[in-house]
């Protein structure tokens, strides 16, 4: 009989995607198969307990659940890599890229791929002209490194944009203000490392005006249809264009890329997530199915790119 393999699932954390955290990796802990892994979990608190429980760890790869800073930004992954344990998802600079927004948008820019014109302001700098730049409202404003939509707002006026650059500014030092690009929400998860493949897009119809936290992780909260409803034409050209993202940003293992369809057909990127949410509501295993892959084959894969 083949030697089991040890993963320890490693979920929580300090940023404000704790709770999604527990959720996928519940989730995860749930759907491993239990004839081919070890199973144990490690949560970390939301003040950081836990982490010294890594150090003594016997497992032969951890599964990242953790979501947002310090879980899907480089510094985890640094840890691990130095402690010598293999793990699940992108290596350190994949994941500080993917979760810094303003140094993902310059890469974009330096690829030429379409993004939406932004500016990047911080607590000591002074406001710009926003409509000189981005044109005229509505805009989108979003904390520079968080994750699963955790502080964007739309804003239509001066009042409302004042407010939300404020909010943003609780999750950090820089705040991302953006044109609001109108069109179709769409997503195409990755999986990969040296040959990425493209899984089936997702088209997104958010309960809100947007998908944001509540309509990502709320049961009802949006309306998500797999395979999108666009053409073959556009449905190859997201996904050829996701893989250049996930190959640009160096990503590996598995990651998701979210664009807008301006018009209803030219692809805007908006962002990569490099550790996507696993929990019941979440995107990816609904596409990984659509492609004819449960969740346990999804997670084995996930696994065997990670121990490659």
Do not use: W
Request: charged share 25%.
């Amino acid at each position: 009989m083949r030697k089991r393999i040890k993963v320890a699932v490693l979920m929580g954390g300090k940023s404000p995607e704790h709770e999604v955290s527990l959720s996928s990796g519940k989730e995860i802990i749930r759907n491993l198969d239990n004839k081919k892994y070890r199973v144990s979990s490690l949560i970390i608190s939301k003040t950081g307990k836990g982490l010294k429980k890594l150090l003594k760890i016997n497992t032969d790869i951890v599964f990242l659940a953790l979501h947002g800073q310090f879980g899907e930004d480089g510094t985890i992954q640094g840890m691990l890599e130095m402690l010598g344990i293999k793990y699940t998802g992108s290596g350190v600079l994949a994941s500080a890229i993917g979760m810094d927004k303003p140094v993902f948008r310059k890469l974009m820019k330096h690829e030429r791929l379409a993004i939406p014109k932004y500016v990047v302001i911080n607590k000591k700098e002074k406001v710009p002209d926003f409509n000189k730049i981005l044109g005229n409202f509505p805009y989108v404003v979003k904390p520079s490194a968080q994750g699963s939509s955790v502080g964007v707002l739309i804003v239509r006026n001066h009042e409302e944009l004042k407010k939300a650059i404020k909010n943003a500014l609780k999750f950090g030092t820089e705040v991302i203000v953006e044109e609001y690009v109108k069109g179709i929400e769409v997503t195409c998860p990755i999986l990969g490392n040296d040959k990425p493949f493209a899984l089936p897009v997702i088209e997104i119809i958010p309960k809100n005006n947007f998908f944001d936290y509540e309509s990502k992780y709320s049961k009802g909260g949006a309306k998500e249809i797999v395979p999108a409803r666009i053409s073959k034409t556009i449905t190859k050209k997201v996904q050829e264009l996701a893989v250049k993202v996930y190959k640009a940003v160096g990503c590996r293992g598995f990651a998701r890329v979210d664009f807008i369809l301006k018009n209803k057909k030219t692809p805007v990127i908006l962002e990569i997530n490099t550790i996507p949410g696993l929990t019941p509501e979440s995107l990816f295993p609904k596409s990984a199915k659509a492609f004819g892959m449960s969740y346990s084959q999804l997670l084995d894969i996930i696994i065997n790119y990670a121990l490659e």
